[in-house]
């Protein structure tokens, strides 16, 4: 209801404009399509639906909404006609009868049930469908009544989404799958790091006595800290020690070879060996295992400071900072758990990273290790008798009165459902082979005893299928859709928009002009994630293809002539007196991509972009850009959402329009030269070639990989914390040079130095001087310092290293900014200060 009359004014606040609007109305209202949904197939019994009874409602995320930026809908959750006319008529007292239908029939929130697709379609046949089985579809389409700012009706359609499976998602992904929750009152649940206002010190563990029984020196490190959460003080839990995460660990002499095995490996086995070979002993699974989430804990929680500190420091600044970001996909196959189940699962990773700096700033993995599959099965599918539950929605007081849950009602639609019923089935078959080959079956009573368990655990198999396929109509395969034991899929839909609303959080506040690839998901997610930037003008979409397969020689060529193309074109620019010698480098590449710019088609009539990208919601017109600056060779750039009015112009711009006239360009060749994919390029370059578990994943060209490797059990859980280690490595400790996109022309990073030059002169020691020249020296810098994070250590001489490695890995970052946090930190600097101290005096 609040959503309603949230934004409403926009659009019909001029009078002049509701008549134009009602005027088309009466025009066209006719030709609205007839309807499509709702007719019965091959004479299965099906469910008629009414969108109110199946509308999930927006959440906060405003999904199930038009994400068109330009409709009367954008954003508007779906109201009842009825409540709408009530509303406006106490709204709006001078309304016209018609304004006020109009109002009623394409107002803000109205929307239709639309067709189903026939991809879609399941047949429920068991329980009570058993003797007359239902069609139904598990994903439905809404369409949009609203109309657009020129008055013409908007009729996008977007698909049914669970607002409650994005928050899930976004809770997921916000503490990497648990792992910077911290500790948590054990009374009522409630995390130290969520309201450490609500926890209280409570004492230290420190040894006060030596073995001999004197007192130890004070100040000495605590080893833990006692904390009691204030509320339910007196409770059980209530008070609990906590400790620095490294203070279990008997030997960390290995750590910093741990981390570099880590950073360079092709799998735990590899990881395991080479350390044997290093350290002479034989090193532990566990250990490894146990290192591995150690690492990952300290890093995240040290990148989350930084992070903080940046927001901090950017935001007091009072600087208003255009961030330009990158977004891409990667695909990643591992082992799963099994040799018996040689099979690769791939896992999709979201990177999104800073173009300027080559900040990562997240990598989310469709995959949620926390979850053990038939566990959720049980608990959400079965009660405690072992019935069904959780099968049916009800509709009360209507025709359908009870049908299967569909996806975005069931509590397991946030996963990839075919591969979760899929591993349900499959632990349990996995089982019953390890129990037929390990049970005795001597005597008689073993013999009854084994097959009492394989009977019973084929029973498990069948009440799995029977709700899986007989119920919700999943097709059952048995060579595909395994999935994993230990951890589910996610649909990536759920994970893409979690993705980016994080990454919104992390943000100080801005512009953003973002670059993707054409990815199907994006269109009904990133309008509703970017809302109030989209609102306030703050946000731009550029979507962009380029030549991936091009050699290295051919871009190096296409790079070459691109310079001397551009060198040309700023040389005739100075002679004719358009260009003046100091003018901006970025000003003259956006003139040269003015001139060059050409309208893009695929093959010689059709529009460029791929069916998800030509909707009404975004302008059709895609163009070919002349840069080839950073070897983003044949770059295409389409303009799915800019500022207005900009926004509106280029909409009523036609796909195939081939002249393009100059005030167009000028638009249009700022937006082009800003669109890269570079930053996410290179770090997932690096990704491939250091760790060979990314290497064999490489989706493009044949597929040589893609078996099962032979003792490289891989889990999916260790590949993530791999992978969010690599990727703050990455960031913060690893200085490289870094090809910026805008690197020819941004001279805020790494500004020319004029170097002094002479030339000797032959058969003598000596040199003429010659005019000293300006000489780009690209210094090897980490991401976040080009990324104007304080996270490097200044020398003396004035240059910057990254970061102590060996002193971030045993502060207590995870607790930086409580109270706790600031008792560890006590602890250490009055150590070093000591230190220091001893030195001095000795
Ligand atoms: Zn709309
Ligand atoms: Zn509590």
Not at 741 to 746: F, M, T
Request: proline share 7%.
């Amino acid at each position: 209801m609040f959503a309603l009359v949230r934004n409403p004014r926009i659009f019909f606040r001029d009078h002049s404009k509701l008549r134009e609007i009602s005027a088309f109305w009466s025009e066209k209202r006719l030709e609205a399509e007839p309807r499509r949904s709702e007719v019965p197939m091959a004479g299965l019994a099906t469910f008629n639906f009414k969108l109110s009874q199946l509308y999930p409602g927006s959440g906060e995320h405003m999904l199930n909404t038009c994400s068109n930026p330009d409709c009367s809908n954008f954003g508007q959750p779906m109201t009842e006609r009825a409540e709408r006319r009530e509303l406006w008529r106490s709204k709006r007292p001078d309304l016209t009868p018609e304004q006020l239908k109009l109002f009623e029939t394409n107002g803000p929130g109205a929307y239709k049930l639309a067709g189903s697709k026939g991809k879609h379609l399941r047949v429920s046949s068991s329980f009570q469908f058993e003797h007359n089985p239902h069609e139904w579809s598990d994903q439905r389409t809404i369409q949009c009544l609203g109309q657009t700012r020129d008055g013409a009706p908007c009729k996008s359609g977007f698909s049914i989404l669970s607002p409650v499976h994005l928050e899930e998602e976004i809770d997921r992904l916000r503490n990497y799958n648990g792992v910077l929750d911290g500790p948590a009152c054990g009374a009522c649940g409630i995390r130290l790091l969520d309201k450490p206002d609500e926890f209280a010190l409570n004492g230290t563990h420190e040894r006060t006595k030596d073995r001999d029984g004197k007192p130890t020196k004070k100040k000495a490190a605590p080893k833990s800290i006692r904390v009691v959460h204030k509320p339910c003080k007196g409770k059980k839990g209530a008070r609990f020690s906590v400790s620095l995460p490294h203070a279990g660990q008997k030997n960390t002499a290995d750590n910093l070879r741990i981390l570099a095995a880590i950073l360079n490996s092709a799998g735990i086995i590899d990881i395991q060996r080479t350390l044997s070979i290093a350290t002479g002993k034989s090193i532990g699974m566990s250990r490894i295992y146990d290192r591995i989430a150690w690492f990952e804990e300290v890093y995240l929680a040290y990148e989350r400071e930084m992070l903080r500190r940046w927001k901090a420091k950017v935001e007091k600044s009072g600087e208003l900072i255009e961030h330009r970001l990158s977004h891409d996909d990667m695909v990643l196959t591992v082992n799963w758990e099994t040799a018996a189940d040689r099979r690769n699962t791939q896992l999709n990773c979201a990177v999104t990273a800073d173009a300027r700096s080559g900040y990562v700033y997240r990598l989310d993995v469709d995959f949620d290790p926390r979850v053990a599959p038939l566990d959720v099965f049980n608990s959400t599918y079965l009660n405690e008798d072992g019935q069904p539950q959780n099968l049916s929605q009800e509709y009360p007081g209507s025709k359908v009165a009870s049908a299967p849950k569909f996806s975005w009602q069931r509590p397991t639609g946030r996963f990839h459902e075919s591969q979760f019923f899929g591993a349900c089935v499959n632990e349990i078959r996995a089982f019953q082979i390890r129990a037929k080959r390990r049970m005795p079956k001597k005597t008689k009573d073993q013999q009854d005893e084994r097959k009492e368990i394989i009977d019973r655990t084929n029973g498990m198999i069948t009440k799995i299928r029977e709700i899986s396929e007989g119920w919700f109509g999943f097709p059952f395969n048995d060579t595909d859709e395994r999935g994993s034991f230990k951890g589910v899929t996610t649909r990536d839909t759920y994970t893409k928009g979690a993705h980016f609303a994080l990454l919104k959080e992390m943000l100080p506040y801005g512009s953003i002009v973002l670059t993707t690839e054409q990815e199907a998901t994006l269109p009904p997610l990133l309008p509703h994630i970017f809302d109030q930037e989209i609102r306030e003008n703050r946000f731009t979409w550029l979507a962009m293809s380029f030549n991936k397969k091009a050699t290295k020689p051919e871009r190096q060529r296409l790079v070459n002539g691109y310079r001397r193309a551009r060198k040309k074109f700023r040389d005739q620019g100075l002679y004719d007196g358009r260009f003046s010698p100091d003018m901006d480098e970025q000003a003259i590449t956006e003139a040269y991509i003015a001139s060059g710019l050409s309208t893009a088609l695929r093959g010689t009539s059709s529009p460029f972009q791929i069916s998800n990208y030509k909707t009404k919601s975004f302008p059709s017109l895609w163009v070919k850009s002349p840069t080839e600056a950073s070897g983003e060779i044949s770059k295409v750039v389409g303009f799915p959402i800019v500022p207005r009015p900009f926004r509106q112009s280029l909409k009523r711009i036609p796909y195939d329009q081939e002249q393009l006239d100059v005030d167009l360009r000028a638009e249009l060749s700022p937006l082009v030269y800003k669109a890269t994919l570079q930053p996410v390029s290179s770090f997932m370059n690096s990704l491939r070639t250091r760790l060979s578990v990314a290497d064999r994943a490489d989706s493009g060209g044949a597929r040589v990989g893609g078996s099962y490797i032979q003792g490289a059990i891989f889990k999916p859980k260790i590949l993530v914390s791999i992978l969010n280690i690599y990727r703050v490595h990455y960031n913060f400790f690893e200085e490289r040079s870094y090809a910026c996109p805008y690197a020819e022309i941004d001279d805020l990073i790494d500004p020319p130095v004029m170097i002094q030059r002479g030339m000797p002169i032959p058969g003598t020691d000596e040199f003429i001087d010659l005019p000293p020249k300006p000489k780009r020296m690209p210094a090897k810098k980490t991401p976040a310092m080009r990324h104007g994070m304080d996270a490097f250590t200044k020398k003396k001489d004035g240059s910057e290293t990254p970061p102590d490695l060996y002193r971030v890995l045993y502060r207590p970052w995870l607790y930086m900014g409580t109270k706790l946090g600031a008792r560890f930190e006590r602890s250490r600097k009055t150590g070093k200060s000591k230190k220091v101290l001893s030195e001095k005096q000795a």
